[in-house]
């Protein structure tokens, strides 16, 4: 059965943003984080706070956070990976934060340069510090169904994860096919493995796009009781620590397939897809989107 409604986290400026080579100017980015939540979007993530050195693009985010136009009832997550970052966090005001780590030791070395046991270290204060400021976390988890550096992963090691950031304070843990080889029957297998552990509710699905299956992969899983889904306007996206990872599922593209199923999610379209417009004019490039696409030669 398919669930009457959803909820799609735009990650566009953090996830959509990381990977882009083209410096963009904080101005732009707030206009696209206030178009986003203008075209109805209730979760927007706006930025990271980890090393500019690794990731030059979200240097920006305390800027950022200072100045989009910050709507009631609306959350702006930013990542954090250890205490430093946190504390970026806490200057910004900002009210959520998203931990990340990975189901396999190979990328979560190349992504953090820790361990998978030290980068849950490294959650500990983080999330300390959330208590004392009333903020709350999300917890990803990355390469769900298989790395780039080590091949396949086993369900149930996501499944000890997800368990893992659940009982620390995670409110929702976003399980993350950072380079986008799933298909629906592994999706499904994963999710009905981490949802011996956590419940459905408290799941939501970050699908790349990388082999073109995360609208048929959100799909399966939807109809396994995920009603959370990340996506990113005009299909932006990437991770700098997984070479040949395109862009997350395009905004344009699930909220198409949502209505098509007569599923409630709360975006406008129209909006989003001329905010794609906007964004991808800044970068020089087209949208990935193919809903995009479409209703730009219309
Ligand atoms: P490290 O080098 O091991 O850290 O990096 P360190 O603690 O040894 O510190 C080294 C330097 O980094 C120091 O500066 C620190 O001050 C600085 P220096 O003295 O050399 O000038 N530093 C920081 N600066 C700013 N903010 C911080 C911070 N922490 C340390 N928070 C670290 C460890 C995690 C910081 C680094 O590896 C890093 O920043 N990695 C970037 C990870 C990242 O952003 N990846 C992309 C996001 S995850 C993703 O895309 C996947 C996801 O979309 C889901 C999916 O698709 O699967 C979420
Ligand atoms: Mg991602």
Request: proline fraction near 5%.
């Amino acid at each position: 059965d398919l669930p009457k409604r959803v909820r799609l986290v735009e990650v566009g400026p953090r996830d959509g943003l990381q990977n882009e080579a083209k410096p963009v100017p904080v101005d732009v980015k707030v206009e696209l984080i206030d178009r986003l939540t203008a075209a109805g979007h209730t979760t927007v993530e706006s930025g990271s706070f980890v090393s500019p050195r690794w990731v030059p693009q979200m240097a920006s985010t305390d800027e950022v956070m200072a100045r989009i136009n910050r709507k009631p009832g609306v959350s702006y997550p930013v990542l954090v990976p250890n205490k430093q970052g946190m504390n970026g966090a806490v200057e910004a005001r900002c009210e959520e934060v998203a931990v990340f780590t990975a189901a396999s030791e190979a990328f979560c070395r190349k992504n953090t340069n820790c361990s998978i046991d030290e980068s849950f270290e490294r959650f500990a204060p983080v999330i300390e510090a959330a208590q004392k400021h009333g903020m709350r976390v999300r917890g990803y988890i990355s390469t769900v169904v298989a790395c780039p550096y080590s091949g396949d992963v086993a369900p149930e090691a996501v499944a000890i994860l997800a368990d893992r950031l659940f009982r620390m304070g995670c409110y929702e843990i976003s399980l993350g096919d950072t380079i986008g080889v799933g298909t629906p029957a592994k999706c499904v297998a994963m999710v009905d493995a981490v949802a011996q552990h956590v419940p459905r509710e408290k799941l939501a699905a970050h699908f790349h796009d990388t082999y073109g299956q995360s609208l048929a992969n959100i799909l399966a899983v939807m109809g396994r009781g995920i009603t959370v889904f990340d996506t990113a306007v005009a299909g932006l996206g990437g991770c700098p620590y997984a070479k040949g990872a395109s862009g997350n599922v395009g905004t344009e593209d699930v909220i198409y397939m949502l209505n098509g199923l007569g599923i409630a999610h709360g975006v406008d379209l129209d909006a989003i897809a001329e905010t794609g417009r906007f964004i991808c004019a800044a970068l020089g490039r087209e949208p990935a989107s193919k809903v995009a696409q479409a209703l730009k030669a219309q």
